[in-house]
């Protein structure tokens, strides 16, 4: 819970900024609790996603596996934090950590808070996502593999990288932010909330950015062949999850 101090409308205590602590009471060895909760919070719990930040946020369903999956995600943070090389070879670390928790079983969850602090003081929470299971994360990834291993995206590797791999950084180049093709960071998170989610996804929608962004490949002389197969994996992956509707 969020709340403030410099504010008449803290009532509680007669207007009183010292008794202001009843809106909202908790015990000394909460508020140490919290205390420390927050700091390993910024510390361990807040990762990167393709211009994003947000809080990666565990919750044990019951204590089975309760330390292996703090472990996990702590530990990936120290590595990645140190080790300089995992940050130039790892093309896409924001979701590495998500692929390192798919493994577990759904007796835990977790809940995905992208946010934005644009002033000191100030936290503006710009989408939740909660309750993903791994069993949820390991069908992104299931179908992932099945997408790329199609015969249309297997094309010879470039420097020993593959030309295409599906992850939300292609979905994120049909919903970009710049000073030209505007700022879709709205429409990009939603998306990303109905994938984890499982909700559905208008293919009307997706074909008319789809159709933005080909356009501007190719008035600009750039790749507009791979935008154009990029986009059918895009769509192809959304099909395979079961979350295109309008469409057969």
Aim: aromatic share 16%; net charge neutral; hydrophobic share 40%.
């Amino acid at each position: 819970g969020f709340y403030t101090v410099d504010k008449p409308g803290m009532v509680t205590g007669g207007f009183r900024q010292d008794q202001s602590w009843k809106n909202y009471p908790v015990c000394l060895d909460c508020a140490l609790d919290i205390e420390t909760g927050i700091k390993f919070k910024e510390e361990y719990l807040d990762f990167r996603f393709y211009g994003f930040r947000y809080y990666l946020i565990p919750t044990i369903i019951h204590g089975e596996g309760k330390s292996e999956i703090i472990d996990t995600i702590t530990e990936y943070q120290k590595e990645l934090k140190i080790n300089n090389e995992l940050k130039t070879h790892v093309l896409k670390p924001e979701e590495d950590v998500l692929d390192l928790l798919k493994e577990y079983q759904n007796h835990a969850h977790f809940n995905l808070v992208f946010y934005d602090k644009p002033n000191k003081g100030v936290f503006r929470i710009l989408e939740s996502i909660e309750e993903v299971f791994p069993s949820r994360i390991r069908a992104l990834y299931e179908t992932k593999e099945f997408v790329d291993g199609l015969f249309m995206f297997r094309l010879p590797e470039k420097d020993g990288k593959r030309i295409f791999s599906y992850s939300f950084g292609l979905l994120r180049s049909f919903f970009p932010r710049d000073k030209i093709r505007g700022n879709h960071d709205k429409n990009f998170l939603q998306i990303v909330h109905k994938v984890f989610a499982g909700l559905p996804v208008r293919y009307e929608f997706l074909l008319a950015h789809i159709m933005r962004s080909v356009r501007y490949q190719f008035v600009n002389n750039n790749s507009d062949w791979f935008q154009t197969l990029s986009s059918f994996m895009m769509l192809l992956y959304f099909y395979k999850l079961g979350i295109l509707n309008n469409i057969k």
